[in-house]
């Protein structure tokens, strides 16, 4: 299964958000580095704890003009629930049919669904971070916040 690591461009996509509108990566690298975070299903207990210390953690990305995106293999609706449940304030992707978890090397297949792996990505579409952690759910904002904080400071 192909994946994509530190150093690789990745190729350019389009999936529905939880409202249903079709959005492309590079419309969102062209606003600058995204944050897009693969977690294996909404309304679970640490994807749940870990999307919202995304959504927590919107004024520090927003100082390193980094955009947070959520991605999962949950179908619209249910993302819709979950955004609105928790108010994020980020777009959560719809990967129903998984192809671009499998694009990342983040699908597991049957019920294992997708690892949670979060990969910063430069405005020029070329990844420059990835966070590795099936359980430590604040691990993935903190890190890659991290990461973009460092850089902006060198």
Same mark, same amino acid.
């Given at each position: 299964? @192909?994946?994509?690591?530190?150093?690789?461009?990745? @190729?350019?996509?389009?999936? %529905? +958000?939880?409202?249903?509108?079709?959005?492309?990566?590079?419309?969102?690298?062209?606003?600058? %580095?995204?944050?897009?975070?693969?977690? %294996?299903?909404?309304?679970? @207990?640490?994807? =749940?704890?870990?999307?919202?210390?995304?959504?927590?953690?919107?004024?520090?990305?927003?100082?390193?003009?980094?955009?947070?995106?959520?991605?999962?293999?949950? =179908?619209?609706?249910? *993302?819709?629930?979950?955004? +609105?449940?928790?108010?994020?304030?980020? @777009?959560?992707?719809? +990967?129903?049919?998984? *192809?671009?978890?499998?694009?990342?090397?983040?699908?597991?297949?049957?019920?294992?669904? =997708?690892?949670?792996?979060?990969?910063?990505?430069?405005? +020029?579409?070329?990844?420059?971070?990835?966070?590795?952690?099936?359980?430590?759910?604040?691990?993935?904002?903190?890190?890659?916040?991290?990461?973009?904080?460092?850089?902006?400071?060198?």
């Amino acid at each position: 299964m @192909p994946s994509v690591d530190v150093g690789e461009v990745v @190729p350019d996509f389009e999936l %529905p +958000d939880q409202d249903g509108v079709a959005r492309k990566l590079s419309q969102f690298l062209a606003q600058g %580095p995204v944050v897009l975070f693969f977690y %294996p299903g909404a309304m679970t @207990p640490v994807c =749940t704890a870990e999307s919202c210390h995304f959504r927590d953690l919107q004024a520090e990305y927003a100082a390193v003009g980094a955009q947070r995106v959520g991605i999962s293999h949950d =179908t619209v609706g249910k *993302q819709k629930t979950f955004a +609105d449940k928790y108010r994020f304030d980020y @777009p959560l992707l719809s +990967d129903s049919d998984n *192809q671009v978890a499998r694009m990342f090397g983040v699908h597991r297949g049957g019920l294992l669904g =997708t690892k949670r792996e979060t990969f910063v990505i430069d405005a +020029d579409g070329r990844v420059v971070e990835v966070v590795r952690s099936a359980l430590r759910a604040s691990l993935h904002g903190d890190k890659a916040l991290e990461f973009l904080k460092a850089r902006a400071a060198s």
